[in-house]
Each structure stands twice: as C-alpha cells, then as structure tokens.
Nanobody, 124 residues
Framework: QVHLVESGGGLVQAGGSLRLSCVASGRTVSAYVMAWFRQAPGKEREFVAAATWSSGDVQYADSVKGRFTISRDNAKMSVDLQMNSLKPEDTAVYYC?????????????????WGQGTRVTVSS
C-alpha cells in the first residue's frame, strides 16, 4: 500500500508561482512513475505531468509545457511540481498519483494510488 500526501496549494494571482509537493509513504515508489493530475470544477480529471524514477523521462500536458516543471527526490520518495506563469485556467484541485509501472501513462485509470488533493486557485 502507498499513501500520498500533497501540499503547497493556495491562492495566487495570475502570473504568479506555486510549488506543490507530494510525499509518499508505505511501499517504496522510487522505481515507479509519479504523476500530477488536476480536476477543475465540472471537468474530468486531466493529466498534468509525470516523471519516471530517474526523471530521465518526463511528460507534460501541452497546456502546461514551458510553465510547469516536475521533479522528484527518490531518497525522500517525493515529487514536486513547480508552477510558474499561472493562469486562471490552472485553477483546480491537484492530485499526486503513482502506479506500479515504469511507463508513463496519461490517463487516470492507469494509476493505482492517489493523494487527497491540494487546491490551487489562480485569480485574474
């Protein structure tokens, strides 16, 4: 079993930055993909970014490329999401997720473990 806890959400003005963190506990996740998803009110959960264990392979949603950076610290079993140049459309609850795979998937149903989410609100 893996337990994920996110932190770092909050309210920020458009153009600002936030850094989200996710710490895993329980079974080691160092070998597996860790990802961030988000869900805005009334919308489906969508992929944001993911990284393989070595961060040698990372993927981003087109909507966040060039603005968001995912990084992980395997010794701490954590993954961060640095979000810059935030836009009102980035407003959502952000979730950390991991699966027992070394391949990056971008669909939520592929992921076995989820955090409780952290809310990000970007004001215009």
């Amino acid at each position: 079993q893996v337990h994920l806890v996110e932190s770092g959400g909050g309210l920020v003005q458009a153009g600002g930055s936030l850094r989200l963190s996710c710490v895993a506990s329980g079974r080691t996740v160092s070998a597996y993909v860790m990802a961030w998803f988000r869900q805005a009110p009334g919308k489906e959960r969508e992929f944001v970014a993911a990284a393989t264990w070595s961060s040698g392979d990372v993927q981003y949603a087109d909507s966040v490329k060039g603005r968001f950076t995912i990084s992980r610290d395997n010794a701490k079993m954590s993954v961060d999401l640095q979000m810059n140049s935030l836009k009102p459309e980035d407003t959502a609850v952000y979730y950390c997720a991991t699966d027992q795979s070394t391949v990056i998937f971008t669909t939520p149903h592929e992921y076995d473990y989820w955090g409780q989410g952290t809310r990000v609100t970007v004001s215009s």
